[in-house]
């Protein structure tokens, strides 16, 4: 079974930068659709951006499109998410997560989930 382990979560200031890496415990991952989600207190879960097996097929939410590159690396079992012009809004616990078959934006159908890391963007 998958297991997903995210780390480079920290406190920041708006307009920086931070790197997020997902390292996952076995080389099935490389299959795998995997993406990144974050919640923030009081709200739901939503979608960060999704990344298929091959990395041909990339999808991102509007609110971080132009900001955020999410990519893997199946050599080093590690996805990463590249956040730059971070905002106040952008904080929240960032997780990854991988699931089977093909790539979507809705977390309910991802089966496997770290633990999540915190992102913290001051004003």
């Known amino acids: 079974q998958v297991q997903l382990a995210e780390s480079g979560g920290g406190l920041v200031q708006a307009g920086g930068s931070l790197t997020l890496s997902c390292a996952a415990s076995e080389r099935t991952f490389s299959q795998l659709p995997m993406g990144w989600f974050r919640q923030a207190p009081g709200k739901e879960r939503e979608f960060v951006a999704t990344?298929?097996?091959?990395?041909?097929?990339?999808d991102y939410a509007d609110s971080v499109k132009g900001r955020f590159t999410i990519s893997r690396d199946s050599a080093r079992n590690t996805m990463y998410l590249q956040m730059d012009r971070l905002k106040p809004e952008d904080t929240a616990v960032y997780y990854c997560?991988?699931?089977?078959?093909?790539?979507?934006?809705?977390?309910?159908?991802?089966?496997?989930w770290g633990q999540g890391t915190q992102v913290t963007v001051s004003s």
């Open positions: 990344i298929d097996w091959s990395g041909a097929r990339i």
């Open positions: 997560a991988a699931k089977y078959g093909v790539v979507t934006s809705t977390p309910n159908e991802y089966k496997f």
